[in-house]
């Protein structure tokens, strides 16, 4: 089985776990210790201080990687400016196949989905299928307020394939099934998923394929989203969609 | 190269049936309200089979009524025997006798093994009860019967330190530790304080972490099921760079001294 994370970042952050930022070498060793093949990665540059620098950077950095794949921040900064569906279609251009909003980040984060200000962009990323991953960084920012703002957006743009990474989700199951209900462009990455039976909840009730594999690093370890895979009460070809299918498919829709 | 065997197999989903498996940390509840699915005890027999885990501590804390909570857990010790170990639940603010009187009924008549306190009673974090003299007298109830008895108290969340001392021949396993760094140097210095690794904020280094500060021999799996998937938690356990010898402590060995459980044969 092969295995595909979505959510990975390298590159200087503030206040790193361990003393160090992660290199593309380590990134690299996480990867081979959990078994994980590909992943996509961003650098935390992009999220936390300069999204053009950090997305540049980052492609300087993966060139020649084959395990390794590029992933965009884009941030608020990007309304108004016209720009920005030149920075899509560079981004395609030069093998871009997942953007990045960060919800509550200190410097290039969403504080809300509003469609007014932020519709145009979401249209160019649909004209594009360029998959767009949310995550929630910010802890005052509460999934109860989040999940009904990305059901606004998937409706709106029914095309645009959506990611949601949250650190932990549990009692909001009830609006996040509401959402794979709704929504066949809603997608949500494991490393969420902590909730005892959730993953095979997700797949049974609303399909496989709104699962996409991720880990979180370096925040979190491989092994929790990997290990809790393995376990699952799925069949092989479930989790083989789920651990690498999915984004593949995602990606393979980008034009 | 560090052995990582239980790694291994448990990254195929292989049934951890090579080590003995004690999680210090679980409920019997109705769970519907965290994933939609409901869960009865046969159902969490099975999650952990499928896991591997032998043995798992339990209580039901989100019952108002902790009577009927400790009844029930009777229960499920009574129809799977040796594969549950039963914490009492345990309500301060009903004052000493009747903890003290429901902490016998559930040692010495329904074979209980150990105290679960949580602050979710009481509307106040444990170390702000502790100063309040309506709670300190139950509590001191709690603590010297855990004393007494020689025996685990999980406590959700944090105990005062001079509890710690004053009571050393309990164990305190402080529940979700391993999600806050800062409690390894906190309680490192008592012996009689146990670290839990069911916590969603347990990030990648935070085990290495504790046990360079405190030992593995201190440090106890726990899932929090069946909130949490035992799977899950155990990927953030044996998904570290910590070697088998001390990750077979860390997923039984220790909570099976704390219980005084004989590990099986075929184990050792």
């Known amino acids: 089985m092969r295995f595909f994370d979505i959510n990975a970042m390298i590159g200087p952050y503030f206040a790193p776990r361990q003393g160090h930022f992660p290199t593309v070498e380590e990134c690299l060793q996480e990867m081979d210790f959990y078994g994980i093949d590909e992943a996509m990665v961003y650098n935390a540059m992009a999220c936390e201080y300069d999204n053009h620098h950090g997305n540049h950077q980052l492609l300087d950095w993966l060139d020649g990687q084959e395990r390794l794949h590029p992933a965009w921040v884009l941030s608020v900064s990007h309304f108004g400016m016209p720009s920005f569906e030149e920075d899509i279609r560079e981004a395609t251009q030069k093998g871009v196949r997942l953007v990045r909003f960060f919800w509550g980040g200190l410097f290039s984060g969403l504080s809300s989905l509003n469609l007014d200000t932020l519709g145009d962009l979401f249209a160019a990323l649909e004209s594009s299928r360029m998959p767009v991953l949310f995550s929630n960084d910010g802890a005052a920012i509460t999934l109860g307020d989040q999940f009904p703002q990305l059901m606004n957006v998937c409706r709106a743009f029914p095309k645009l394939p959506v990611i949601f990474a949250a650190p932990k989700i549990g009692q909001d199951f009830a609006i996040l099934y509401k959402l794979f209900e709704c929504c066949d462009n809603f997608h949500l990455e494991t490393s969420s998923i902590h909730s005892n039976h959730m993953l095979e909840q997700v797949v049974h009730r609303f399909g496989v394929k709104h699962l996409v594999f991720g880990t979180g690093f370096p925040w979190f370890g491989g092994g929790q989203s990997r290990i809790a895979l393995a376990y699952a009460d799925l069949t092989e070809d479930e989790k083989e969609t789920v651990a690498s299918g999915n984004l593949r498919k995602l990606m393979e829709a980008v034009r | ?268």
């Open chain 2, 1 to 268: 190269m560090t052995e990582r065997r239980i790694l291994d197999a448990a990254l195929l989903g292989r049934t951890l049936d090579d080590e003995f498996v004690v999680d210090c940390h679980g409920h019997i509840d109705h769970w519907k309200l965290m994933s939609g699915i409901d869960c009865d005890v046969d159902s969490m027999i099975a999650d952990m089979d499928r896991v591997g885990i032998d043995v798992l501590c339990i209580n039901k804390w989100n019952c108002p009524d902790i009577f009927q909570s400790n009844t029930d857990v009777a229960n499920a010790l009574k129809k799977y025997p040796g594969r549950f170990v039963a914490y009492a639940t345990t309500q301060p603010c009903l004052g000493k006798q009747a903890t003290l009187d429901e902490l016998k009924r559930c040692f010495d008549e329904l074979g209980f093994s150990g105290i679960k306190i949580h602050n979710a009673y009481e509307t106040l974090p444990m170390r702000d009860m502790w100063y309040l003299p309506e709670f300190q007298e139950a509590m001191d109830v709690i603590w010297s019967f855990a004393a007494d008895r020689r025996c685990s108290l999980l406590c959700h969340w944090l105990v005062p330190e001079e509890v710690l001392k004053r009571y050393p021949e309990a164990q305190f396993i402080i529940a979700h530790s391993l999600g806050i760094p800062h409690y390894a140097n906190t309680y490192a210095p008592y012996p009689n304080a146990y670290f839990d690794t069911a916590a969603s904020t347990n990030l990648r280094g935070n085990l290495e972490h504790f046990v360079a500060l405190v030992g593995a021999e201190r440090i106890l799996y726990g899932s929090d099921m069946p909130y949490a998937n035992p799977a899950y938690r155990l990927g953030q356990v044996v998904g570290t760079r910590v070697p088998d010898a001390d990750m077979r402590k860390i997923v039984g060995g220790n909570m099976a001294r704390l219980l005084n459980l004989e590990i099986p044969g075929k184990y050792r």
